[in-house]
């Protein structure tokens, strides 16, 4: 059994940081790409950015130059910079692990004065 446990969401004032954690644990064999997505109340998921296994980084247009995502070993972190109140949703990682899609429960993230 795999699972993903998001944390480091919560209230910021816009051109605040955060930074969100998500760590896989269960049996392992295997990890790929790790990823995060969001979802704004009322719309569709999207991405956010994604890292491969040899560290190549993409980042959706909207979060370049702010949002930076890293991993080690069964982690990936986003590092969230100047933040912006449309920057406000749920916040899910994505890894693949033993050539299998898992998705975290999400972390919400909300920007606010």
């Known amino acids: 059994q795999v699972q993903l446990v998001e944390s480091g969401g919560g209230l910021v004032q816009p051109g605040g940081s955060l930074r969100l954690s998500c760590t896989a644990s269960?049996?392992?064999?295997?990890?790929?790409?790790m990823g995060w997505y969001r979802q704004a109340p009322g719309k569709e998921r999207n991405l956010v950015a994604t890292?491969?296994?040899?560290?190549s980084t993409n980042y959706a247009d909207f979060v370049k130059g702010r949002f930076t995502i890293s991993r080690l070993n069964a982690k990936v972190y986003l590092q969230m910079n100047s933040l912006k109140p449309e920057d406000t949703a749920v916040y899910y990682c994505?890894?693949?692990?033993?050539?299998?899609?898992?998705w975290g429960k999400g972390t919400l993230v909300t920007v606010s004065s």
């Open positions: 890292i491969t296994n040899g560290g």
């Open positions: 994505n890894i693949w692990l033993n050539t299998m899609d898992y």
């Open positions: 269960g049996s392992i064999f295997s990890i790929g790409t």
